[in-house]
């Protein structure tokens, strides 16, 4: 690529384009350091304002990194947490054999919800349904917050339970007909929700890679509704 004075397109934004060019034919690679702004400057003959304008914005889209008295830098990218046979049922609560290696928050009692009635064919009044919330981190870093909603119908004493610290084998001892075993979920990018963007310490409207949909049990019907938020920079999802 080479710049074009008589552009409609301005010079900064053409030497953006050119470095991002650089990078991804490998001239520049992760973690080297860039040429300066004055080398820049004479290699391309572009003023001083019009070089720190195109290297502010790579930094800011995270392309580029300054590291103080030592120049700029192409960003190497985080190590990414791989999940490996992902399938409906990777976030499943119900589907979990222990909850000890989780960080659980409490398990909350909600209200009934409109949408979630829909989904779990719930009509009339009914009690509502317990949230279990909990993150996914790997080497001290937070990559997920995911999120159960369970008929509180089906499983009448689980937030109990769990605060009492009775074991998962034993929740789910005799319910072997309403645990999860097959799902229908999605997986689609969409702006962080405000309690997302908090729990996964990024932006707010940052985008995530969100995992929803319901799960079925043995017997049909949805047992479980998943909502997990996943950031994508830090996730690697392995599919089989």
């Known amino acids: 690529m080479k710049l074009d004075k008589h ?13 991002v060019e650089r990078i991804q034919e490998g001239d520049y690679k992760q973690g080297d350091r860039i040429p300066s702004e004055m080398q820049l400057c004479k290699e391309l003959d572009l ?54 290696d989780i960080e659980l928050r409490p398990v909350m009692l909600v209200e009934p919800d409109s949408e979630l009635d829909e989904i779990f ?3 009339g009044k009914h009690p509502g349904y317990w949230l279990a919330q909990w993150p996914i ?33 034993d929740i789910k001892s005799n319910k072997y007909a309403f645990l999860p075993n097959k ?17 996964l310490e990024i932006p707010r409207r940052s985008f995530v890679l969100a995992v929803e949909g319901p799960l079925f049990a043995r017997n049909g019907n949805v047992c479980e509704v998943i909502r997990t938020a996943l950031r994508p920079e830090l996730i690697r999802l392995e599919i089989n």
């Open 47 to 100: 003023s001083r304002p019009t070089v720190r304008q195109a290297i502010s914005e790579l930094v800011s889209d995270g392309i580029l990194e300054i590291h103080k008295g030592r120049g700029t830098y192409v960003a190497t990218e985080p190590e990414r947490l791989s999940i490996p046979h992902f399938n409906a049922l990777s976030f499943s609560f119900l589907n979990l054999n222990s909850y000890d």
């Open 183 to 199: 799902g229908s979920v999605h997986i689609f990018a969409r702006p962080a929700r405000n309690r997302e963007a908090k729990m």
């Open 121 to 123: 064919g719930i009509t």
């Open 137 to 169: 981190y790997y080497d001290h870093q937070i990559h997920g917050w995911c999120s159960s909603y369970i008929p509180v119908s089906i499983f009448p004493d689980l937030g109990q339970s769990i605060s009492s610290g009775k074991r998962m084998v």
């Open 7 to 19: 552009s409609s397109i301005p010079l900064y934004a053409q030497l953006r384009e050119l470095i």
